[in-house]
């Protein structure tokens, strides 16, 4: 059994060792990225008013064209050439959220269309809606406690 | 007149990405917890009231990134809270956030029933 | 120590020697077209054409990876299915599934082991000691691996994407096997092995498996040096199995530290899989990294002269995604048999 001290100093070797990460590198690719799909957006955006939608709902239209855009690339497995090269540059943005649905349910195919598509779907997004709803909630709850909802 | 907006949704866009690659990063973090972490962001940032100004000048480039998300179920439950009181909390979040969300579900299957996984 | 029997095969504290040296029949290695452009891709019995293999999964392509290079290496041995006694197996997936249904279809008793990626030095060990105990005449060795399946398992859904940090490792595809016998001829030999300590220091990063294993790694090569009184000059490599950049550096320092440095013979087979420009980050793991490398590169070697003596130090990552999720890290383990060349070794 190793003690803790032991733990402590192979640590601090491997932290010596390990190469940084092109930190620099990641984030500006993250930023050019994330910034296109950004611009993407407000491109079909733009589009989508020009047509005549109020432009609170295109906002979530444009997601929906994104998601539908992403869960192409996702299929033709683009995206995740995309990811490797921008990292949260493609994860951040709808189309990573999209990804993160659409590719558990084409791997998990094999495993059947119920237990498989229909129960894998969620492990990655599952969290991303549970954290989302819960933090809104709290938020939500304490601007109406805060007397700033009309009621 | 459009372009400032566009610059804008760049700029702010790829700036929200490049915090979440500094954090994933720096803290060594995986994808799905910074994920996670942003919408949460955006849903606080919301609730203050700092949110929405974002997306009147940045437009997609704040309602892109998954804090946008978290805005969305912010406001979408503000919204209902505003008509109905409390029980606004339940039913205006999913509400405002269907339509990416009921895409997300039916073009994952759709993409489950066409595509092969390769990798 | 306590007045006990000595054990007459032992030497030193952990080491097994092999009086008769179980004799390397037969060696073949089938791999993944990635692997196939790699540096060894000429030496490689089988590169297939892509990772499915006309099968409905990739679990079933890893089976099938595993099926023939066992078939390969029994018709290099001329032997049949029916002259094996035993076939010791291992892969990365849960309840060894591509162990058991290869089995299965070989028709072979099956050991099933499991050691993660020191699983190939483990089976190697196991056929010696059923060769030389008189247990069986041919034992069959295969461990066999699958980037994919080992992805979908332990980490993410292959279609994902995510970026990988640059500590992380690629899974080998594809399979080795060797048929150990007894006898009279030529052929190299498993002189000696050592069952692996496992060792844990703390690392929790699933994604840096090179700095869990190294510590085991240069605790059993340490120990088996000790134990028979060589030095690292005394081979002609010591491999390990997938350490990577980052575990082979840390394996240096710690071997440095222990008095007998390995860095002049070592060579990491996750390193000699891939080349620097296929972005694979540290390195190949796997199950199937140790055995393709020692099918392909080491065998030939040691059967031609070119190299009398071989540590085979397979490094295991046993790591388990619920135990790291529950806040626990990784324990790693190292195997190790010594392999010696051509004539007049053994018996």
Redesign the interface.
Known sequence: MATEKAKKQYQTLVKQHTPP?P?VR?????????????????????GLTRLGFASKDA??????V???LS??A????VYDSLAKF????A????????N???SP???F??EG?VMG?GAK?FT??G???V???A??????????LLG???? | M?LP??LW??????????V???V???F?L???H???G???L???L????LYQGL?SF????A????T???H???QG??ED??TR??I??FT???K??????????L??????I?????? | MSVQEKAPRRQGRYTVVFPTAPRVLGAASVVGPMEGRGPLGQLYDRVTADDILGQKS?EQAETVYMVDACRLALEKAELAPDGVDVLVAGDLLNQMVTSNVAAAQLGIPLFGIYSACASFAQALFQAAVLVEGGFARHVLVATASH??TA?RQYRYP??FA??R?PTATWTVTGAGAVVIGGGDGDGPRITAGIVGRVVDLGVK?PYDMGSAMAPAASDTITRMLTDTGTAPEDYDVIITGDLGELGTKLLHELTAQSGLPVSSRHQDAGMLIYRPEQDVHAGASGAAGAAVVFASWLLPQLADGHMQRAMVAATGALHSPTLIQQGGSIPAVCHAVIVEGGRGVGA
């Open positions: 990460r930190i990641n984030v500006v690719a993250a930023f050019v990225v994330g910034g296109l799909i950004s611009v993407l957006g407000q491109l079909i955006f733009g906002y979530g239209y444009t997601g929906a994104l998601i539908g869960a192409l996702t299929g033709f497995g921008a990292g949260m540059g994860n951040l943005p709808i189309t990573g959220f999209a993160s649905i659409v349910a084409i791997e195919k094999r269309y598509v779907m990655i997004a969290p991303v809606i954290y989302g709803l933090s809104a909630a709290v938020m939500a709850l304490l601007r109406w700033g909802v009309g009621r | 459009n907006v566009i949704a760049f700029l702010i866009g790829g700036a929200l990405c490049a979440a690659q500094l994933m990063d720096v060594k995986n994808a799905g910074v994920m996670v942003f919408v949460v955006g849903a606080v919301s609730g203050l009231g997306v940045a437009g997609a480039g309602t892109v990134p998954l946008g998300f978290g969305t179920l912010v439950m503000l809270m505003a009181g409390w606004g909390v205006g979040g999913l405002a956030a269907s339509a990416g969300l009921t895409a997300a579900i073009f994952g299957y759709i993409a489950a066409i595509f092969t996984p390769h990798g | 990739w980037h994919k992805e292959n279609e995510h970026q940090p990063d």
